[in-house]
């Protein structure tokens, strides 16, 4: 008789904080079988009107085909020019940007790329949960920092535990701005401060600027690479998820490390289909008109949203950019409770603060994802079942 063979779980999967979006799917589906017609505003998936009319017409041969060598450098070449154009940040293009499709994907290449067992990352709370999962597969310790409202989310660098005499100072920090979950934002002045830093502790930033494609109000988005210095230590990411619903982006910064993480893709073989690259080209060479066009359609989504949502009395953070609107839960209700009730309830999902770090309780993330005539159904579901968690709801006569 052949037994079962028992195997334990790795170490490192047992210190991944525990997420709610598992229960979130199987209330979801369980709802859907019902005929449950769910709005998720939850996890980004920005809908395909914001990409469709500027897809290319692709050939057969390059659906499948792997991206050839000349491409991949005009790619390379066409990404340092955005850079170039938008912040005045100039790089070397074939040495200090490396493309990715796949935004989850490049951050664990990255820092398995750059991490030993024992290493120490420091991250923010809140913050996108990869940041924490990724170093901890890569066999890294993570310190958080806390990210508070009353400091409109930005850090004390000073503050951090490892920042004391003769304690152990953090391999890479993480930043992230636009800030997800909050939406927060930060200034040239900020990012000067963090290369000055990062300079005197010899820390690497990694710097996640994704939410700057999605600006409202004149906002002049920033980037950290535009600070003195900041090309000697820091790695920054940027991404077009957001504004078009596309897995691409590039990372861009110190070329011994970029050439870290281009080889561990290589020895993956982790190489996109030509496909994949040419509809990444063209998004840069029309990236002016896609973006002034799609930033129209988030400027419409944020205004819809917040106006409902201060119709029943939330409290919400105006976004100066990034594609999430950041609101407290109401009183006697945790973030996961409350955004288990409104699927149940009303059949809408949101991001509940408590699953992006202990810093992030007490408030739930609203993803801009689907058009403004969705946004109207979703807040009109919450305004039928608002008497819920409103303490001094009075029916109407």
């Given at each position: 008789m052949i037994k079962k063979?028992?195997?334990?779980?790795?170490?490192?999967?047992?210190?991944?904080p525990?997420?709610?979006?598992?229960?979130?799917?199987?209330i979801?589906?369980?709802?859907?079988?019902?005929g449950?017609?769910?709005?998720?505003?939850?996890?980004?998936n920005?809908?395909?009107?914001l990409?469709?009319?500027?897809?290319?017409?692709?050939?057969?041969g390059?659906?499948?085909?792997?991206?050839?060598?000349t491409?991949?450098?005009?790619?390379?070449r066409?990404?340092?020019?955005w850079?170039q154009?938008?912040?005045d940040?100039?790089?070397?293009?074939?040495?200090?940007?490396?493309?990715?499709?796949?935004?989850k994907?490049?951050l664990h290449?990255?820092?398995?790329?750059l991490?030993?067992p024992?290493?120490l990352?420091?991250v923010?709370d809140?913050?996108?949960?990869?940041?924490?999962?990724a170093?901890?597969?890569?066999g890294?310790?993570v310190?958080?920092?806390?990210l508070?409202?009353?400091?409109?989310?930005?850090?004390?660098?000073t503050?951090?535990?490892?920042?004391?005499?003769g304690?152990?100072?953090?391999?890479?920090l993480?930043?992230n701005?636009p800030?997800?979950?909050?939406?927060?934002?930060?200034d040239?002045?900020f990012?000067?401060?963090v290369?000055?830093?990062?300079?005197?502790?010899?820390?690497?930033v990694?710097?996640?600027v994704?939410?700057?494609?999605?600006c409202?109000d004149d906002?002049?988005?920033?980037?950290?690479?535009?600070?003195?210095?900041a090309?000697k230590l820091?790695?920054?990411?940027?991404?077009?998820?957001?504004?078009?619903?596309?897995?691409?982006?590039?990372?861009?910064?110190?070329?011994?490390?970029i050439?870290?993480?281009?080889?561990?893709?290589?020895a993956?073989g982790?190489f996109p289909?030509?496909?994949?690259?040419?509809?990444?080209?063209?998004?840069l060479?029309r990236?002016?008109?896609?973006s002034?066009?799609?930033?129209?359609?988030?400027?419409?989504?944020?205004?819809?949203?917040?106006?409902?949502?201060?119709?029943?009395?939330?409290?919400?953070r105006?976004?100066?950019?990034?594609?999430?609107?950041?609101a407290?839960?109401?009183?006697?209700?945790?973030?996961?409770?409350?955004s288990r009730?409104?699927?149940?309830k009303?059949?809408?999902?949101v991001?509940p603060?408590?699953g992006f770090?202990?810093?992030?309780e007490?408030y739930?993330r609203?993803?801009?994802?689907p058009?403004?005539e969705?946004?109207?159904q979703?807040?009109d579901?919450?305004?039928?079942?608002?008497?819920?968690?409103?303490?001094?709801?009075?029916?109407?006569s």
């Open positions: 063979v028992i195997i334990e779980k790795a170490e490192r999967l047992q210190k991944i525990p997420g709610s979006s598992v229960e979130t799917r199987r979801k589906l369980s709802l859907m079988r019902r449950v017609d769910i709005i998720d505003l939850g996890d980004l920005p809908d395909p009107s990409r469709d009319f500027f897809i290319l017409p692709l050939d057969k390059d659906m499948f085909a792997p991206c050839d060598s491409t991949w450098q005009q790619l390379k066409e990404s340092g020019r850079l154009q938008k912040y940040v100039r790089v070397r293009a074939d040495t200090e940007v490396l493309p990715f499709f796949g935004e994907r490049v290449q990255l820092l398995s790329s991490l030993n024992g290493d990352v420091a923010p809140p913050c996108d949960p990869t940041y924490r999962t170093s901890i597969l890569a890294a310790e310190e958080v920092f806390p508070l409202e009353r400091n409109d989310y930005l850090p004390n660098l503050a951090l535990p490892s920042s004391g005499r304690a152990k100072l953090p391999k890479i993480f930043l701005y800030h997800d979950p909050t939406s927060a934002v930060t040239s002045g990012y000067r401060e290369v000055e830093w990062a300079g005197k502790k010899n820390v690497l990694i710097n996640d994704s939410g700057n494609e999605i409202y906002h002049t988005p920033v980037s950290l690479l535009q600070a003195k210095g090309r820091a790695l920054e990411k940027f991404s077009f998820f957001a504004l078009t619903g596309i897995q691409f982006g590039f990372l861009a910064g110190d070329r011994g490390l050439a870290q993480t281009e080889s561990l893709q290589q993956l982790d289909s030509k496909a994949l690259v040419l509809q990444a080209l063209e998004l060479r990236y002016p008109e896609i002034h066009r799609n930033n129209l359609e988030f400027s419409l989504r944020k205004a819809t949203l917040l106006k409902e949502l201060f119709k029943l009395n939330w409290k919400a105006k976004p100066k950019a990034g594609p999430f609107i950041w407290k839960v109401p009183a006697r209700y945790s973030s996961v409770g409350f009730m409104l699927l149940r009303a059949g809408v999902i991001s603060g408590f770090g202990e810093h992030g007490g739930v609203i993803a801009l994802n058009p403004a969705q946004l109207h979703a807040t579901r919450l305004l039928l079942h608002s008497h819920i968690w409103q303490r001094r709801y009075r029916p109407k």
